[in-house]
């Protein structure tokens, strides 16, 4: 179940009951807010954010592509090169298909290389977090050439037409600490949870599959078993590999 949307400024009134109906949820005012701290989503001039009781960090989650515009790249300059690698090289840009959206980290990492994506993220919550902070990016010409869309890979695979590359980072199985490693991550989890999403990622994995595209791409933590044993490479960093299937 979605949890309600805070707000608590009469300005944000309408927006609030907008996108609470958009998110299938109800409006109300931080007034109305009483007793223990519960998951809630709020909205302010900030944009909208996504809070948690339970979860490590105290801040709320928000999506925010500003403070980490430049810092993104640098800091993943490495993932970029695994990345470029398992892609490939291409004389044109691809037209990519990216089945988990998460934080749209490795969907911006597409878009930097000049690459056409689809993105598929199947929380709402999520979703929603991702599209405010696309509208408040002060960098909105990267986001020209993508297509985020709310919905489960598995439903979307079978329209899924034309793509080079299909891309696939399921979320580690909750149990391994890793998962807990970012607190983005916990947060994510968190929000799965409360959505009551659970991930089957064997089975999306196989459904994936059948898309028609030249090549399918999984990221993966180092030590994990592939999903299948037809890989027909893998390009490996410290903690991460992606296998690619032609
Ligand atoms: C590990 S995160 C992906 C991180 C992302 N690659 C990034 O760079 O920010 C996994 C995300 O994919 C979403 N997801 C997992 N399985 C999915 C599926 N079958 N369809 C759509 N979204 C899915 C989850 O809700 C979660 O937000």
Same mark, same amino acid.
């Given at each position: 179940?979605?949890?309600?949307?805070?707000?608590? =400024?009469?300005?944000?009134?309408?927006? /609030?009951?907008?996108?609470?109906?958009?998110?299938?949820?109800?409006?109300?005012?931080?007034? =109305?807010?009483?007793?223990?701290?519960?998951?809630?989503?709020?909205?302010?001039?900030?944009?909208?954010?996504?809070?948690?009781?339970?979860?490590?960090?105290?801040?709320?989650?928000?999506?925010?592509?500003?403070?980490?515009?430049?810092?993104?790249?640098?800091?993943? /300059?490495?993932?970029?090169?695994?990345?470029?690698?398992?892609?490939?090289?291409?004389?044109?840009?691809?037209?990519?298909?990216?089945?988990? /959206?998460?934080?749209?980290?490795?969907?911006?990492?597409?878009?930097?290389?000049?690459?056409?994506?689809?993105?598929?993220?199947?929380?709402?919550?999520?979703?929603?977090?991702?599209?405010?902070?696309?509208?408040?990016?002060?960098?909105?010409?990267?986001?020209?050439?993508?297509?985020?869309?709310?919905? !489960?890979?598995?439903?979307?695979?079978?329209? /899924?037409?034309?793509?080079?590359?299909?891309?696939?980072?399921?979320? &580690?199985?909750?149990?391994?600490?890793?998962?807990?490693?970012?607190?983005?991550?916990? &947060?994510?989890?968190?929000?799965?949870?409360?959505?009551?999403?659970?991930?089957?990622?064997?089975?999306?994995?196989?459904?994936?599959?059948?898309?028609?595209?030249?090549?399918?791409?999984?990221?993966?933590?180092? !030590?994990?078993?592939?999903?299948?044993? =037809?890989?027909? &490479? =893998?390009?490996?960093? !410290?903690?991460?590999?992606?296998?690619?299937?032609?």
């Amino acid at each position: 179940m979605i949890p309600p949307l805070v707000f608590s =400024q009469t300005i944000h009134n309408e927006l /609030a009951r907008e996108v609470a109906r958009n998110l299938g949820t109800t409006a109300i005012t931080s007034e =109305q807010l009483v007793g223990q701290p519960q998951p809630h989503l709020n909205l302010s001039e900030e944009g909208l954010s996504f809070f948690h009781p339970e979860a490590r960090s105290k801040n709320k989650f928000q999506i925010d592509f500003n403070s980490g515009s430049t810092g993104w790249r640098i800091k993943r /300059a490495d993932h970029e090169k695994l990345i470029k690698k398992a892609l490939g090289k291409s004389d044109h840009s691809l037209n990519i298909l990216d089945c988990t /959206a998460g934080m749209l980290q490795d969907t911006l990492l597409f878009l930097s290389l000049g690459h056409q994506v689809t993105a598929l993220e199947q929380s709402k919550i999520l979703f929603h977090l991702l599209q405010d902070g696309i509208s408040r990016s002060k960098d909105q010409h990267i986001f020209k050439k993508l297509d985020l869309l709310n919905t !489960k890979a598995s439903s979307y695979a079978a329209q /899924a037409k034309n793509f080079d590359v299909i891309y696939f980072d399921p979320m &580690y199985p909750s149990t391994k600490k890793k998962a807990l490693s970012s607190g983005q991550l916990e &947060y994510i989890s968190k929000i799965l949870e409360i959505e009551s999403l659970e991930n089957n990622s064997i089975k999306d994995f196989e459904v994936l599959q059948l898309i028609p595209a030249r090549k399918m791409v999984v990221k993966r933590p180092i !030590k994990a078993e592939p999903f299948s044993l =037809q890989t027909n &490479y =893998q390009v490996s960093g !410290k903690t991460t590999r992606f296998d690619v299937y032609l």
